[in-house]
């Protein structure tokens, strides 16, 4: 079951100044012949069917792309900052902007040239690009549970669409030592769509359920590292603030320092 269109019908939904800086943009991107990627809004339409109008636009990119792909679109006549070094910067023109992903807030879904090898050709608001890959789109949703945005049901809605489609090999090898992510998300989207649990390869699901097998079997891991910080920036704080638990995102057991964490930390309260 695939969805997908010569342009997203999330594209006729916004208004003709945020389109034109959008388009502006990306011809831009395209021109410096440096490789980008649309994800988003736009990416998951085409996948899911699924439109929704949002005033952002994301573009992804290799980390090591991120300064010169800012510098020359700052150098264009657009404002731009990277509002987080580890992994984001924006692009702005008046209320509309333009997210530039270079990274993740929790550092677990890197960026890199499997991407590229793998992102999808398609069309978006008139302009030739290519789209993030549905495997990489799967595998950086399903760390998102913060309280105020879970896209657990964008998992779903991903899964139902292009589960026949994907490259399973691929999205477990993503997933990697968070492979309770992955198989968290797949026992949900058998409760969420009984009829059509067959859909996920019984391999995968052979494959998850005999780690958890072996896990059951053997004797928990020493210390006390704590998870829930992969998961949400802001809901396992107390875990970590009071409660004395290792933070998994920070090195050596993830790959983000202490500056990282806490700049990530505290914008929490400017999003609020």
Known sequence: MTTMGSDASVGTEIDPSSREFYRRVLTTLDASGMPFLVGGAYAFERYTGIARHTKDFDVFIRPSDADRILQLLSGTGFETERTHPHFLGKVYDGESFIDVIFGSGNGVT???????????????????????PPEEMLWSKAFIMERERYDGADVAHLLRARADAL???????????????????LVLFGFIYPAERSRIPERVMRDLLGRLGRELDAPPPEGTLCRGTVLSRAQYLVDIERWGYRDARLQPVGSLTPDEVAAWTAAIADEE
């Open 167 to 185: 490259d399973w090999s691929r999205v477990l090898d993503r997933f990697g030592a968070y492979w309770r992510v992955l198989l968290a998300h």
């Open 110 to 132: 890197e960026i890199d040239d499997a991407w590229f090898t793998h992102a999808v050709a398609d069309e978006v608001l008139g302009i030739p690009v290519r789209l993030m």
